[in-house]
């Protein structure tokens, strides 16, 4: 999601300048000059209520946002959240209880989900489109040598349908279940909380799985404060903490050896996967998967292939921004403590709004002005329309093993009578099959099922989902899966 540019980001917080001696091959040569010396902005927000721990600014205006928890007295516990802004576009980060990216949302709208298998050393990665036509999973598995040279490889299209024995399962569901699926997070709510809570509905139905965001201005001078990633707090609700009032906390040895050992927690769980030059796996199989899939809209591919790299080089940049400026240099991180922190002043008003990030731009709600000293919690709406949408198309298992069935769950909304919803499947040994199902009268939303019997290792099923109204398609998506040994 584009946010507007960042301004001095002091506000809240306290600030740092810290000196980091970074050498290049003409710093060390023949004209005898020393090792140039660049500036790196450090903010760590001291409000107890803030949701943000710090932000780096480097000498090339890259901005790097770390969200976490805090106690009751305000001392970080927890790393939730990194924003990454370069050049005015933010790839954002969504972290689980091990500070391992779960959901990442790249600046041209494309996002991935990062299902962590029980080994710790594998992920099934899931890539969406900006435009939310194309979906592509594949496993990456960090223990096995040959990703050094490449993904697992997909069997080319045979006619060997053997292990497709079985007579074939489709149905219709019905809506799901309120609130089904939905990560909730508990979160302090109430009155002095400080919290935004922003609902989302399309065809008057609530709306989950998006990517919102708080948006907060000063009201006295328009100044941006900051962009804050949400949690779903229940059926279509997304909240974010904002700062509010005057309490900080102070900072002693204690809290920023806490504040050093929390921004780093993200980049050294990536250290199991070989940091952020193992994520590079992540888009090498992306892009052989894409590559497997004979048709599809190419424009879309580009954008996953383009996305990805752009999410991996926010990674680099957030574990290098942590790292040392030269060899043998200090941390970032680690001269927090030796720094002087001058606490700055809360605004007295501010005004806030929340964002879906969706193309061709973000939809938001009308803006709401409060006190930070009172006022919360703050409640906004956002209204998508009634276009058809569709919401996910889940195939689960993500990674079947061999000879595994698996079910593809298309949930769509806003249906108007007399559509009809298509899924069809197609794999690369030559398996296919295909379900139509007619839309009645009243039926808004629903979850339609086709069980796909399963295939021998390295078979690669892609499964569409279309949506017709008169005969005209009005919304698709198309999602693949890659059969394991």
Known sequence: MNSPSLPLLWLFGATLALTTACSSDDDMGSGGGGPSVSQNEVVVYTNTTDPRIATVTTPSNEVITYFGERDAVGMPMALTAIDVTTNGDMDSFQLDSDARPVRALATNGTSFEFEWQPNGTSVVVSALSPSGEVQVSTLVDFTEPRLTEGPRPIEPLVTNTSMRAGIRSTSFTGPPDVGAGIASQSLPLGSGSGAVITTVLDCGLARNGLGVRTLVFDESNSEFIGSFPTTSVGDGMYASMVPIGQTTTGIDQTVCETIESTLGLSCTALEGIG???GATRFCVSISAALDAIAFGPTGEFVAILAACESVVASLSLYCETLGAGAPGGPSIAGQLCDQLFEDETTPATIRVSGCVSALPQDVCSSESVVSTLGSFPVQLSIDLGSNVQIRTLTLDPSN????????????????????????SILGTDGYSDSRTFDVSAGQLEGLFNLNVPGAQSGVMDTVTGRVSVDGDEVAMRVASLVFGG
């Open 275 to 277: 940091g952020p030059a």
């Open 400 to 423: 079947p093993a061999e000879g595994q069935s698996y079910t593809a769950i298309l949930d769509v909304s806003c249906l108007p009578t007399g559509s009809s919803v298509v899924m």
